[in-house]
């Protein structure tokens, strides 16, 4: 009876460890920190823009900055597997007030999905004419990640700029510091998002000229590089152009051409985060199905010795009417 205990203990063990694999620790690696502290930044040190301290054209290095922090308070608020995030990015050039450009963002996601919720408040705050203009706006599409197991396919992405989503294309593999990435792809057109106040000798009117109410519209060529197995953001890069237009003269002047990349510290950071856990999410996926193979496997076995020994038992006790009995003297 003993071999069949140690192997019913290590086939009950076994399948309660692929239990707590596929239901806890997998669980927990799939989930979006809870304690979500991230910056992130883009660079172009040879940008053009419109310097709106100044009132001239430059050309020089530009930064993006973006902040992504969990609200802590309105997370525990909503509980379940809600994830409120405050977001802020500002471009700029010299780190002085005002940016060239930036927003703030306040949302909720899923932690498993990255989907948003739309259920916590969201809204987008930006710079309009020298005024903060907070408006609700409800997110779609992927914000600060891709699914887990992101595929070799489109995904929705939501553009901050635009205020909506535009599709993401998948367009190969591509190793990031030995990491392996998905490379995804879009190109947004030029597109009028609001109007601006502007000095109207930027239209090519004399020193004197009234301000202009110009079209400020954006184009971008963004590229994401996305580690497959958690969906994390690795690498990003975009080139992005915003007019300006004088909707009377149909003048128009560049107010930011600039093609931005991760730093390279931001990038090795990014690698250094998911790396392992990609590991750990590949080794994970098919190990409680191994583990849990495995462990029926021994229970069948231990069963099946129970019963075997049970028979060879009775075989050979007298009092069960099967043993062999010697012939009398």
């Avoid at 997998?26 to 920190?33: E, F, S």
């Avoid at 932690?111 to 710079?127: A, E, Q, V, W």
């Avoid at 367009?171 to 030029?190: C, F, H, Q």
């Avoid at 060529?221 to 237009?245: D, N, S, Y």
Wanted: hydrophobic share 35%; aromatic share 8%; net charge positive.
């Amino acid at each position: 009876m003993r071999k069949s205990a140690i192997l019913i203990g290590f086939g009950a063990f076994f399948l309660a460890f692929a239990l707590l694999l596929q239901f806890y620790a997998y669980d927990k690696l799939t989930l979006i920190p809870g304690d979500t502290n991230a910056l992130q930044e883009l660079n172009d040190p040879s940008a053009k823009f419109f310097d709106a301290a100044t009132l001239t054209m430059k050309q020089g290095l530009v930064t993006t900055k973006q902040t992504v922090i969990v609200d802590k308070k309105a997370t525990r608020a909503q509980g379940g597997n809600a994830l409120v995030l405050q977001i802020n990015q500002t471009t700029d050039n010299d780190g002085q007030s005002p940016p060239l450009d930036g927003f703030a963002s306040h949302f909720a996601i899923d932690r498993h999905t990255g989907k948003p919720l739309n259920c916590c408040n969201d809204y987008m705050s930006r710079s309009e004419n020298g005024k903060l203009v907070t408006t609700p706006v409800q997110h779609q599409g992927f914000t600060v990640k891709f699914p887990l197991g992101a595929g070799r396919k489109s995904y929705p992405y939501w553009d901050n700029t635009l205020r909506k989503t535009v599709m993401m294309k998948y367009a190969g593999t591509e190793s990031i510091r030995g990491l392996s990435t998905n490379k995804y792809t879009v190109v947004v057109p030029d597109t009028k998002y609001l109007q601006q106040k502007l000095p109207g000798f930027l239209f090519g009117g004399a020193k004197s000229s009234p301000a202009v109410t110009a079209d400020r519209s954006y184009g971008n060529e963004r590229t994401i590089w996305v580690e497959p197995r958690t969906g994390a953001f690795i690498k990003v890069v975009e080139h992005q152009v915003i007019t300006l237009t004088d909707p009377a003269s149909g003048k128009k002047v560049t107010g930011i051409d600039t093609r931005q990349t991760m730093t390279d510290k931001t990038i090795k950071e990014n690698v250094d985060n998911y790396k392992g856990q990609s590991t750990m999410l590949q080794i994970l996926k098919p190990l409680p199905w191994i583990l849990g193979l495995l462990g029926l496997i021994l229970l069948i076995a231990g069963g099946a010795l129970i019963v075997l020994e049970g028979r060879k038992s009775d075989r050979h006790d007298p009092r069960s009417g099967n043993g062999t009995r010697r012939s009398p003297a």
